[in-house]
């Protein structure tokens, strides 16, 4: 209790909160069940009313549950978009009080304090709140009461609302799990002959601490109110978002890059107050016929510098329709990532942030993943020796780590006459006649015999440096298995 208010808590449980949220996107008549690999088989994940009503549960194997249901249709949960769901219910229920918290995987708590007056009481706040979800297609429970334990215990095995004055005759006929206690402490209570709360809250304490420890006296006091539990909000993320509205339109480009440096400055505060940097942006300009123009902007590297992003800008804005004139402009970060603050350095990187505006620059008119740069792969196979990366995407690295170097030259080998293991002294190449200078050699590479490639099954191959008199620098190889020699490279 605080400031003379009796403290008052919501519990929303959405029991099928998975296949709720499938079934909205995709209606399905009939048992319906999500499924998740666990232990090396398909299990149900969360299943629909239908389902339930015909004995599948949780937990059970698929193929049982087609063996029971063999109308059963299915699709593989994701956990990952049930959680995302969840956090959008939670900011939904902040239409009811600015207090709440996830609870679990399913759940919701609400600190409604002061803010059931507003809906017409608690009686009708509760109606609208499963009115509302029952719109929405979702299946909930939901109880009340003075602790955020006393509404778990209601929500989940009692549904309603307890008296504010009578915390124990509210819970007294609910089981002991209803206290939020692990199965094998629920077990061992239940074998002992107490079931219920009532029971628990009759029985002296010292020897039931003894036995299970403090944990299972806290739940019970903090479900009843002797001991205080607090409900943690969680933020809503940050929005880096920001906008301007002129007295009077504009529509130079002068003023329009005017009005973007104080958006960007404005912008960039909030990212390094953050630790973050902008990699896309969009700018919004609306004009007085209500008409409105974007110009969106995709950053080679995350930035919050506003006077490189500016320059960056022009070109797009350049090519604005200002029409009447320009009266609103909104800039917001679509896509961020983290930029912590580096220390100072008196070396310079300059060249670096150069290089990355130019593939920016570039980007815009090309796109940025069609900019591409060579990036070493740990792989003696000299065609797998490198990777394709988006410069955007990727940072360069240093070169080939092997002992040997590779030529930056490579191509389809092409044959050449030669006889035995050794290069020969003269041969030709390309309607060319060589000679051979200096050889450096051999580096014999063995094939990767865990992966499949067709211009490896030859097998083994000896690979030379060769130096010609006519100053051409080849990459030589031969496969003794099927003697034979051929160019693979040439180095610069």
């Known amino acids: 209790m605080f400031d003379g208010i009796q403290r008052r808590v919501v519990s929303l449980w959405f029991p099928r909160l998975a296949s709720d949220r499938a079934l909205r996107q995709r209606l399905i008549d009939g048992p319906f069940a999500l499924t998740l690999k666990q232990q090396n088989a398909n299990r149900i994940y969360c299943l629909n009313g239908d389902a339930a009503r015909l004995g599948l549960r949780r937990g059970m194997s698929y193929a049982d549950a087609r063996a029971f249901c063999p109308s059963l249709q299915s699709t593989p949960a994701d956990p990952v978009r049930d959680q995302q769901f969840l956090h959008i219910l939670r900011r939904w229920a902040t239409r009811y009080c600015p207090w709440v918290g996830v609870e679990g995987e399913d759940g919701l708590v609400l600190d409604i304090t002061g803010a059931a007056h507003l809906l017409g009481g608690e009686p009708a706040m509760i109606v609208d709140m499963r009115r509302r979800l029952s719109r929405a297609g979702l299946s909930v429970q939901i109880g009340l009461g003075n602790t955020r334990g006393a509404a778990w215990a209601l929500a989940h095995y009692g549904e309603g609302i307890a008296p504010s004055d009578n915390m124990l005759g509210a819970l007294e006929t609910l089981p002991v799990a209803a206290l939020r206690l692990e199965e094998k402490t629920s077990v061992a209570l239940q074998r002992l002959g107490l079931r219920k709360i009532g029971d628990l809250a009759t029985v002296p304490r010292a020897p039931l601490t003894r036995r299970f420890g403090p944990g299972l006296l806290l739940r019970l006091d903090q479900a009843l109110g002797t001991q205080p539990e607090e409900i943690t909000p969680l933020n809503d993320p940050p929005h880096y978002g920001v906008r301007i509205t002129l007295p009077e339109p504009i529509g130079l480009l002068t003023d329009v890059m005017a009005g973007t440096e104080r958006l960007l400055v404005q912008l960039c505060s909030k990212l390094k107050a953050q630790e973050m940097g902008a990699r896309m942006l969009c700018i919004s300009l609306r004009r007085v016929d209500q008409d409105q123009q974007r110009v969106e902007l995709r950053l080679a590297r995350p930035l919050r510098d506003p006077a490189r992003i500016l320059r960056l800008f022009e070109r797009g804005l350049a090519e604005v329709a200002a029409g009447f004139g320009i009266d609103q402009l909104r800039l917001e970060a679509t896509q961020v990532e983290t930029l912590p603050v580096q220390q100072i350095s008196h070396v310079s990187d300059r060249g670096k942030d150069k290089l990355d505006d130019l593939i920016t620059r570039l980007g815009t008119r090309i796109g940025l993943d069609n900019i591409q740069r060579f990036l070493p792969a740990d792989s003696h196979i000299p065609e797998r020796s490198f990777l394709i990366a988006p410069a955007a995407y990727s940072e360069p690295q240093n070169g080939w780590g092997g002992a040997t ?60 440096r060769v130096e010609t008199t006519q100053g051409r620098r080849l990459w030589l190889f031969y496969t003794p298995q099927n003697p034979g020699w051929f160019v693979h490279g040439e180095f610069a």
């Open 405 to 464: 170097p590779r030529p930056l030259c490579l191509f389809r080998p092409e044959p050449i006459t030669g006889m035995g293991p050794h290069p020969p002294r003269r041969f030709r190449w390309r309607r060319i006649s060589l000679t051979t200078g200096r050889v450096t050699g051999p580096e014999r590479i063995a094939p990767e015999w865990w992966l499949e490639d067709e211009n490896w099954r030859s097998g083994l191959r000896d690979y030379w």
